[in-house]
């Protein structure tokens, strides 16, 4: 960005500005304040405020001077301009002056007051006394959904919602109505916002027009909450998120800037997910554990519950969505052998394959994917599954239109001008998928295929491109034999055919090509086609090797990849392991692990399997009401740790506020059972020697509780080779002594003071009590945010709202000033190197049924064999998310899409509710059956053998199976909406309730300042 | 994928033949389909006064484009009514030239005359009164508009005059 930088005088004082950008972002670069609206860092410029007006003077001899839009003008070398010029000042008080005759005096009520962008930009001009008498224009609002809350009489048209929520995020639902003086925002009607995007707009509007509804209902002034920076615990982007919570419930999430990955904006998952920590089905107590004093559970408690089990062998399962370090310590308590992922061996397969992309493609960052020219997105709905990369994706479709646009002389921060000229050009995309998706309407060519024949057309295009590197493929005649000829062994269809041909010769124009899959559609083949693809890039090849990302569904999938080694086990392993006589083991542990991978006849089976069954988690599930002993966990808002990302990057979450005893972090209570069922512990010393051997063999006694993570660090560090030292801080303990000094302040300097920090409580001040080595404080005290790249908070004198952030980076959409290099994990060379997992051996002694015996028995039953996919939901694909009321509420009535052919087979049409029947064999290869009631779609370019619908299929019909679709008869509509609503009504109620209690909570809720385990008073 | 809360209305059903074919020889001389919405709401418009949500569905739906974007378009321009209005709308000029020159007056002579306010139309739906911004003609101010016809240098007596003529005229014809 900064590569050409010119000298330009800003009242009359030199600064050197980039010519990249325009001339606000160059003025804010300098930390100098210029107020603005309409613009924004990462949507460019369009001027439609009329709020950052500078004056521009000819040369040095211009007195006059003439007043520009700073914001659309470009940086010129030696260009003279003043801020501080009295017309320019005037021009921008009087700009505010006219927006206030509209905007209403409800700050006091206006949930955006105190982090109100319009509140500093006032401030900042100076416009502090209001002459105007007249009558406001005042508009009714509109019911947006129960995520944003919408007050259009705050409304300062600065037209940033609509060029967001349109033109960066793709919405359609969204418009600007009428003209002149009533100007409105808004839906055509009434009606929730569809996009994913929709919780930006609270972030986006500077104003309190777009609100966070969750927030809203249980409000707290920014100035009043206490903040930790986090990371989302929701897919493997890993967001960086800022945390806020008061009196002991979390309050609401919003963005923390990462230039690498999420810039200025996250999704609604990542916004609003985080309500299921203060949800119904947290698990608060702990279960089959005596205590011995009802006041609280101690350390002894737990010893002596876990007493019986000491020196027996337990079998471990990790998690995909806890923190790297509870893994590691499971594992390392456990011992390889008995360490589980919780994967079947199918995912085992997808594991391997991806750890082993992984290693040999580095995976770019979200900002990396802005600058593709070409993208080709396989058998993955990132929409869905990692909404924020399919934003990134969009941006970069940008590219074509930002090329043309640059080759007449527009700047691509001209906005409306680029996109003016653009119009519908776009950079190629293109999408092999089982269902739709929400980037369809983006994509040069979508096509819809089950798995098999996406897998097929990945083959033919491997093909192609050795072809192509042998022979020269240099017209569309040659091309589209070429695809014919390859095609033939496939059987693939004329479409099939002409989509890889288009596919190849995009891919030929392209210069920074990149490749997007994932493992949600669980297919090892498909990953196995892909590197095949990625190698024939690099063989001697023309063309430019793409990138590759592999999207894995949970926020440490990585991280837990990284600990895999060749010993880890299958679930069907580890009931094999279970059953085995010769084992005799004590039972299961199960770290935050809901395996939803499991029919519930397999959780019955596991469930008989082992003796005893410990469960670990912060919601309860299936395991946890079979379990006979569960642990409360924190969740992510209550503890620290590190998720790995889809690159590879490890980031920190940290504590945002101690969790009510007896919740305590996975790590502690790992930490508590680890002398005991930790028989295979072992020192660093051993490890030194032969590894394979006596890697596990020697027992450490361990005395001490690790009551920080740094602590746990050091000792991971000390005791095991294999922690991965990056994470570790370095220096010694006197250096943390001393930035224990420096922590940053959780809460901000505010005015309400110190006193009001347990006001629910007293209104005496609290004692700060500190964490042995933490870097932030549950205290007002300390140093400022942005001290560090992990911010608590974004907030700097002058900018409330989060627009602050531009006073922390090195220059507008540049690096945090104070930013520290990322951390990448390296992923274990056991699973890397080793792809084909074993599995043969262990499948003969599975007592759950392989796959490859259903479908045996499916194809000899029927030729005619469907399969059905179901869709991702933003909202429902991760389980914690889910657990949301809110989310809960936006449930959609059952939807199937079916092909044309389909239909007027089975006479029925669009819109009309449909009795499906599916049926399959299952585990036990028995017949049986599922009957859906479903509203029918249809989708025209569907295959005959791909259905796919919202709604999930029991276990057992996962793979091929048959349909029978007959028109529902009424009573069974009526049953089945009957039964759908009711469902949305215990949500709301669930909603109301949880709601209902935080209120009371917050009048009687001890207030902890300080984070031990139990026992730490 | 999902819509919320929209209507969706089948345009080949809603729409006559005639608004079909020449929306669609619009839409053929546009660059993409959605820029034939402006002359696809006049089409609408001139055969039926005005556009109800009905029609706004219709059209989107002929187009493919969101309802918000069609919305924004008609709401926008103030010549395409989103409410029913009367046989003949009265634009009259609301720009500072026309204030100086006295359309004050005029605007009470209009709404005396056919007892109405802005935004309102008269009982036997004969006229309807709507501001206008400004329609270009300042310099022979006062001024409004009653179809596609101008009228200039307005008094309160001239104005209402217009209307009686209009409606005798209409009467002839009807």
């Known amino acids: 960005m900064s590569e050409k930088k010119v000298t330009i005088f800003i009242d009359d004082m030199p600064y050197q500005l980039s010519t990249e950008d325009n001339l606000l972002a160059g003025v804010l670069s300098q930390k100098l304040n210029l107020p603005y609206f309409c613009w924004h860092p990462a949507m460019g410029s369009v001027g439609a405020c009329r709020q950052c007006a500078v004056t521009q003077f000819q040369d040095q001899a211009d007195q006059q001077g003439r007043i520009v839009m700073a914001c659309i003008t470009p940086v010129t070398d030696g260009m003279r301009i003043s801020i501080k010029n009295k017309a320019a000042s005037e021009f921008r008080e009087q700009v505010i002056a006219a927006m206030m005759t509209n905007h209403p005096h409800d700050c006091p009520v206006c949930a955006e007051g105190g982090e109100c962008h319009l509140q500093d930009m006032t401030v900042m001009t100076g416009h502090s006394v209001r002459e105007y008498q007249g009558t406001k224009r005042t508009f009714t609002n509109q019911y947006l959904g129960d995520l944003v809350g919408h007050e259009m009489n705050r409304c300062i048209t600065c037209y940033r919602c609509t060029r967001f929520y349109n033109d960066y995020a793709g919405g359609k639902d969204f418009g600007v109505y009428g003209s002149k003086n009533q100007v409105y925002f808004g839906r055509q009607s009434d009606g929730a916002l569809e996009s994913e995007f929709s919780g930006n707009l609270v972030e986006v509007c500077p104003t309190g027009v777009f609100t966070n509804k969750v927030f809203s209902s249980h409000y707290t002034r920014k100035w009043d909450l206490q903040s930790a920076p986090s990371v989302c615990s929701h897919c493997s982007v890993g967001c960086n998120l800022s945390i806020g919570e008061r009196y002991g419930s979390v309050r609401r999430v919003m963005n923390r800037y990462n230039i690498d990955i999420n810039g200025y904006f996250i999704c609604d998952r990542g916004r609003y997910g985080i309500g299921f920590v203060n949800g119904e089905q947290r698990i608060r107590q702990a279960k089959g554990i005596a205590q011995q004093s009802p006041a609280a559970l101690t350390t002894l408690d737990v010893a002596k519950a876990f007493s019986h089990f000491r020196k027996k062998q337990f079998i471990g399962i990790g998690s995909a969505r806890t923190s790297l370090e509870a893994n590691f310590y499971l594992k390392n308590i456990v011992g390889a052998e008995q360490f589980s992922p919780g994967y079947n061996d199918e995912e085992m397969k997808v594991a391997a394959q991806h750890a082993q992309l992984l290693t040999s493609n580095k995976a770019p960052s979200l900002a990396e994917i802005e600058d593709s020219d070409f993208v080709f997105i396989i058998a993955e709905d990132i929409s869905q599954t990692a909404p924020r990369m399919a934003l990134s994706v969009r941006q970069a479709l940008r590219n074509a239109a930002k090329t043309k646009a640059e080759k007449i002389g527009i700047a691509s921060w001209q906005d409306s001008a680029v996109r003016t000229i653009g119009g519908k050009l776009l950079s190629p995309l293109f999408s092999l998928q089982s269902t739709s998706t929400k980037l369809d309407d983006v994509c040069q060519q979508a096509l819809l295929l089950p798995v098999e024949q996406i897998s097929k057309c990945l083959a033919t295009l491997e093909k192609l491109l050795q072809l192509g590197n042998a022979q020269t493929i240099n017209n569309d005649q040659a091309l589209v034999q070429a695809v014919k000829h390859l095609a033939e062994q496939d059987k693939l269809s004329v479409t099939e055919q002409g989509f890889i041909a288009s596919v190849y010769k995009a891919l030929r124009k392209a210069t920074k090509p990149l490749f997007i899959s994932g493992t949600s559609g669980v297919c090892a083949n498909v990953l196995s086609n892909i590197a095949n693809l990625m190698s024939a890039f690099t063989a001697q090849n023309k063309l430019i090797a793409p990138r590759l990302i592999i999207v894995p569904p949970c926020s440490n999938s990585v991280g837990l990849l990284s600990i895999l080694d060749e010993k880890s086990l299958s679930i069907e392993q580890v009931l094999a392991q279970l059953n085995d006589p010769d084992k005799s083991y004590q039972g299961l542990i199960l770290l935050e692990q809901e395996l939803a991978n499991l029919s519930a006849v397999q959780i019955t089976q596991l469930r008989k399997s082992a003796q005893t069954l410990i469960v670990l988690d912060h919601s309860a599930h299936r395991l946890s009401s079979i379990a006979d002993i569960v642990l409360p966990v924190a969740a992510v808002s209550e503890g620290d740790g590190h998720y790995v990302n889809y690159q590879g990057r490890a980031q920190q979450f940290f504590q945002v506020h101690p969790p009510v005893l007896p919740i305590q972090e996975s790590w502690r209570w790992l930490d508590n059972i680890a002398d005991i069922v930790g028989t295979k512990v072992t020192s660093k010393a051993s490890d030194a020697g032969d590894h394979e051997s006596n890697y596990y063999t020697q027992v450490v006694a361990k005395k001490t509780r690790y009551e920080s993570l740094t602590q746990l660090h050091q000792f991971f560090l000390d005791t095991y080779a294999q922690w991965p030292k990056l994470i570790t801080k370095k220096g010694d303990k006197t250096q943390r002594d001393k930035s224990q000094q420096k922590a940053i302040a959780r809460m901000s300097h505010r005015a309400s003071g110190r006193t009001a920090q347990m006001a629910n409580i007293t209104v005496h001040e609290a004692k700060t009590t500190q964490k042995i080595d933490d870097s932030f404080t549950f205290s007002m005290e300390g140093k400022a945010t942005g001290q560090s790249s992990d911010m608590p908070f974004t907030w700097a004198p002058g900018w409330n709202s989060n627009q602050a952030i531009g006073q922390f980076q090195t220059e507008i959409n540049g690096q945090l000033l104070k930013a520290s290099a990322a951390v990448f994990i390296p992923l274990s060379s056991a699973l890397a190197n080793n792809p084909c997992w074993r599995l043969t051996k262990s499948i003969k002694n599975s007592t759950f049924k392989s796959e490859a015996a259903d479908s045996t028995v499916a194809k000899n039953k029927t030729a005619n064999h469907l399969i059905y996919v179901q869709q991702k939901n933003v909202y429902f694909s991760e389980w914690q998310a889910s657990l949301t009321a809110e989310f809960q509420m936006l449930r959609q009535s059952n939807r199937i899409y079916i092909n044309a052919k389909t239909a007027q087979q089975a006479e029925v049409t669009k819109g009309q509710w449909g009795k499906i029947i599916f049926s399959a064999t299952n585990e036990k290869m028995l017949w049986v059956n599922q009957t859906v009631i479903s509203q029918i779609f249809i989708v025209n370019d569907l295959p005959d053998t791909l259905v796919f619908g919202n709604f999930a299929l029991c276990q057992s019909l996962h793979h091929q199976l048959e349909m029978t679709i007959s028109l529902a008869c009424e009573q069974e509509v009526t049953d089945y909406l009957a039964q759908f609503n009711d469902a949305l009504i215990a949500a709301k109620k669930s909603k109301e309730n949880i709601l209902e209690s935080l209120k009371i909570k917050d009048q009687t809720i001890p207030i902890r300042l300080f984070s031990g385990g139990l026992n730490d008073g | ?174």
């Open chain 2, 1 to 174: 994928m999902e819509t919320i809360n929209t209507t969706i209305i089948d345009y080949q059903h809603y729409l006559t033949a005639t608004e079909i074919a020449v929306i669609e020889h619009e839409a053929s001389i546009m660059e993409t389909r959605e820029a034939a919405g402006i002359e696809a709401l006049k089409v609408v418009q001139a055969h039926r006064g005005w556009i109800s949500d009905e029609s706004l569905f219709a059209i989107s739906d002929m187009l493919v484009m969101p309802i918000a974007q069609l919305e924004g378009v008609a709401t926008f321009y103030n010549l395409i009514y989103r409410q029913p209005v009367g046989q003949y709308v009265i634009h009259l000029c609301d720009s500072i030239a026309c204030h100086l020159t006295g359309v004050d007056s005029v605007l009470v002579a209009i709404k005396q005359h056919l007892n109405i306010e802005y935004g309102q139309t008269t009982a036997d739906g004969k006229f309807t009164l709507l501001s206008n911004a400004c329609l270009g003609s300042c310099d022979k101010a006062p001024t409004m508009m009653i179809g596609t016809e101008h009228y200039q240098y307005l008094s309160p007596e001239i104005a209402v005059d217009i209307l009686q003529k209009l409606l005798a005229k209409g009467e002839v014809n009807g």
